[in-house]
RNA sequence: GUGGGUGUAGCUCAGGUGGUUAGAGCGCAAGGUUGUGGCCCUUGAGGUCGGGGGUUCAAGUCCCCUCACUCACCCCA
């Protein structure tokens, strides 16, 4: 039987695997320009840690976890998302002290079982930011301004981004309620999925697709308009930051996140160009999972973008070249035993050079330098054995010199240096 | 989990109403240049026609099942 990959996840071949490494090297220098530092945490946790964070009633917990039992019977979980894990890493390692803040990213596959689509895989890559122990608005325009900026860097143009406030403690419940109140007068009009988020997931119904529900929801009461004081006035605060810095956004009243953690500002950059797939970042203030998790209470905010998502959106002409090697070409047995030792010193001088192995011939080994890229071609055959030096081919202009093969090594490196590549 | 579309060479795809050795372009390889890349030309390698079963004298083509991919729903990065 033929072996194939397991459904819904993909190699990133090395035709592609540049768009990953252009958005991970871009992300860090951005994020640590912003203060913040690596963690690397476990991609498998207890399942219990995901179930009290997510929330036990989500779709990510009931149905998409891959979760297995390990030999000793204690069941784990494939880490859905990264947000739990940090937090559980924090509050293990007791690095949320009182009035600090800390500023951690991380970086890795996720794993959800869901039907694979555009823009959504099984495993799936995600960067994400989080920052603990502040619940300054100041801090969530900032990381808003920091993916502003992170996707100006990468090129990605025609994202929106859309924000809204959820409410803390004191005033989602009582939204909540009066929302669950309008919803049960309008039953009839819903789909069959909003009647039973009605009960479980009131705010989701504000974000089904179909156009009755849509119509349905037209007068429902506002989230905006039902904060307390210290919200209502947390959310201006973060918009006004925002016009401050020029940071462009929109404020949709309707914009709910699936996971039960967030309170207050949520937020998601979208885009049009991913068919159904609309989210390439998303994130929110998440002031009660700390405490939730067992750790001292401590407000929090984060994000997580997809990175296949926003590979998808990079702009084809990106430039991703990397340094023009050197290729030798040698012919014939005596030529190719003189290879390991002048390539290991070359090399050793970090001077990139790649050669044949196959003994093929002078045409078939200069298109192959061609093919990668080649600047210069070190031809040696048997008339340059003889003469003691490596005949050097410049790939662009195409002029040819004799190079003693003596001192081949300090003078290539020189040649380079001097183009200043 | 539900529904639609699609599976033919490494890639993108042709293959009226079943008919004998299954094709093209690109890519790959060799040659055209006794040792010189890109362009051009020639030749070549490469296919269990997704898999299994059925109908038929005969199936890439028709039927059933299955798997995969894909799009939408659900949900989400």
Redesign the pocket.
Known sequence: M?ISAV??VKDILPEEVWKWQFIESASRRIMENFGFSEIRIPVFEYTELFARSIGQG???VEK?MYTFQDSKGESLSLRP?GTAGVVRACIDHHRLQPDSVSKLYYTGPMF?H????????RQ?Y?IGAEVFGTDNPWVDAEILSMLHLLFEQLGISGTVLQINSLGCTECRPVYRKALQKFLRNEQASLCT?CRR?TAGNPL?VLD???PDCKEATQSAPSVLASLCRDCMAHFEMVKGTLDLMGVPYEVNERLV???DYYTRTTF?ILTDQL????????GGRYDGLVEQLGGRPTPAIGF???M??LAALLPEETNHSRAKPLYLAP?GDAAMERMPLLLHQLRARGIPVDTDYLG?????Q???A??IGAAYVG?L????LNDGVI?L?N??T?A?TKVPLEGFVDQIAETLAGEGA
Do not use: W
């Not at 093929?360 to 078939?364: C, P, T």
């Open positions: 033929k459904r819904g989500t779709d990510i998409e998302e959800r869901e039907r694979p689509q555009k823009g959504r895989y799936f995600q999925d988020r989701r089904c697709k179909r996140r699936g996971l998601e068919g159904s797939q609309n989210a390439v970042a998303a997580a973008l997809g296949e998502r012919l093929k011939s002078l045409k078939s200069m298109r192959q061609d093919r031809i055959g048997e008339d340059e005949l081919r790939m662009e195409k040819q």
